[in-house]
């Protein structure tokens, strides 16, 4: 037995839990699997689930499924997917986000200058994102809720005080109150050298 925190051999079982996780399915039948998940009682760190290489740790649904799962989201809709394999739409969604943020590196926001910023609706009933794209190469750096000052706060934060003093100019595609929000932010905690520009 593997421990799922370090991965060293451990031969002592604390306790075993029986788990029942959803399958791909077998001749079009939905299966689930009855799983004694062990927790070893690790030496170096204590008890800590035992370490499967089908299995994720607290997944509902194994590796496999979860690996076809990630494949149909590539061209269907996430309902459509769900309703594909008769599961939740939250759980195809989850799925689906940790594949993504697993594939995905950092985005590198070493260099960046200029920003340009725009918004678009998420939902019905005026429900927006923002997005902060580098307008050079078009590169997209950040995708967040909401269109306040609160809402963008997070990309500044990963930006830093020493990137905030680099960016010389902030473009939006439409003259409305989030870029002005934004450059009074900027230009409150990081100096006065930025601008935002309209075409």
């Known amino acids: 037995m593997i421990c799922d925190g370090c991965g060293q051999a451990s031969e002592r079982v604390h306790d075993i839990e029986m788990r029942v996780v959803r399958d791909l399915p077998i001749l079009d039948a939905a299966t689930w699997i009855s799983v004694p998940r062990r927790r070893v009682l690790c030496g170096q760190c204590g008890p800590r689930l ?4 089908w ?7 194994t590796r496999r499924l979860a690996e076809s799962v ?3 989201c590539r061209a269907l809709p996430v309902k459509q997917v769900a309703a594909f394999f008769g599961l939740d739409w939250h759980t195809v969604k989850e799925i689906d986000k940790r594949a993504l943020q697993r594939s995905l590196d950092p985005v590198d926001l070493s260099g960046i200058s200029v920003l340009a910023m725009d918004e678009f609706a998420i939902q019905r009933g005026h429900r927006y994102a923002t997005v902060v794209i580098e307008p050079h190469t078009r590169r997209v750096l950040w995708v967040g ?17 020493e990137g905030c003093r680099r960016i010389k100019a902030v473009g939006t595609i439409r003259n409305f109150v989030l870029g002005g929000v934004i450059v009074r932010k900027k230009e409150t905690h990081h100096g006065p050298t930025q601008r935002a520009s309209y075409p």
Do not use: N
Request: glycine share 6%.
């Open 55 to 61: 299995l994720e740790r607290h997944a509902r649904v």
């Open 70 to 72: 990630v494949r149909l």
């Open 145 to 161: 809720r909401e269109r306040s000052r609160e809402g963008i706060r997070p990309f500044f934060d990963l930006l830093g005080e």
């Open 50 to 53: 035992e370490r499967l290489d």
